[in-house]
């Protein structure tokens, strides 16, 4: 279990080092462990109530959430990783491949942060470059030739914005995804479980199914590079959380996404096995009523929800 905190949940943390502690006395500590457990609970109801846009984006952050890799090990097995886009090299961001969910085939491709400076370094702060989306489309066409629901993962600041991402194609890479996942021809469930920012988290975000952690937050632009743009001001960051409308409760009354799990008393990295299992059931759900739609329908539903996002209104010249 991770201690180290935000700063509105600094009792929390001191609550679980204690949970922890109690828990090495024995039998006869069970009753003090429930109560610090109940305890824990009520007072995380009282804080995650009622966050700001600003502590969201925070929680979104936190490096003890589950990442891809937690989520394969918790609710996958067979996991059989693929690397390289055949064409440059392979990318440590996006984490690709195939596994069996319930017995069942899929395909699974996700965003990969680090927890530590190495990990983080390696896996490039979860930040894919253009070979790490062909490496997911290469993935995405093996979903389709063998018929295989596709399982997508989003957690990433964004795509990265470095120079050699831009010579090799970051644009078009995001592009060509996101035309091909408009038409493929599998059921595809897409999760924001951390960050969803910019085009870096919608090429492997167009599902027919699109979900997103309570707190987790999914938006055009991260809100320091909202508040650089508009206020010149990276200070303002956490007032262009609050007009970004990032959150999973703003997005889903937009129409943005479709459902909103839960996460566990404190958040996701409080019990990532509850979250873990929580995902789990969505994914079931869900799947199960994609798979009853024939294709062409599947892909008509999926073109008619992205085509209603948005409001669009017509200046008549007088």
Avoid at 35 to 43: A, G
Avoid at 65 to 75: A, G, H, N, Q, V
Avoid at 202 to 215: E, N, P, T
Avoid at 273 to 289: F, P, Y
């Amino acid at each position: 279990m991770a201690f180290e905190g935000l700063v509105f949940e600094e009792e929390l943390v001191a609550i679980r080092k204690a949970i922890i502690a109690a828990r090495t006395g024995g039998p006869e500590a069970d009753s003090l462990v429930e109560e610090l457990i109940r305890k824990h609970d009520i007072l995380a109801s009282q804080i995650f109530t009622n966050l700001s846009p600003w502590q969201v984006v925070q929680l979104a952050r936190h490096s003890f959430r589950p990442y891809t890799l937690d989520y394969i090990s918790m609710l996958f097995t067979g996991f059989s990783e693929i690397h390289g886009d055949r064409g440059f090299a392979d990318d440590p961001a996006i984490v690709a491949g195939m596994a069996y969910f319930r017995g069942e085939p899929v395909a699974i491709i996700g965003h990969q942060k680090g927890r530590d400076v190495k990990q983080r370094l390696y896996r490039n702060f979860g930040q894919p470059k253009p070979e790490g989306y062909r490496k997911a489309l290469r993935v995405m066409k093996f979903a389709e030739k063998f018929s295989r629901p596709l399982i997508c993962l989003i957690d990433t600041p964004g795509a990265f914005p470095g120079i050699e991402a831009e010579e090799r194609g970051q644009a078009e890479a995001i592009a060509r995804n996101l035309r091909e996942m408009s038409r493929l021809r599998v059921p595809i469930i897409v999760i924001v479980t951390g960050e969803g920012g910019s085009g870096g988290a919608l090429a492997i975000g167009v599902g027919d199914r699109v979900l997103m952690l309570q707190f987790a937050i999914y938006s055009v632009i991260s809100p320091e590079g909202c508040a650089a743009i508009l206020w010149k001001d990276a200070s303002m960051a956490e007032t262009a959380a609050d007009k970004l409308h990032l959150t999973s409760e703003k997005l889903l009354k937009l129409g943005i996404v479709d459902g909103v799990l839960p996460e566990p008393p404190g958040g996701a990295h409080a019990d990532s096995r509850s979250m873990g299992a929580t995902v789990g059931e969505a994914i079931a759900q869900n799947l199960k009523k994609l798979k009853s739609l024939k294709t062409a329908k599947l892909i008509e539903e999926r073109y008619t929800k992205f085509r209603q996002m948005g409001v669009f209104t017509l200046a008549l010249e007088g």
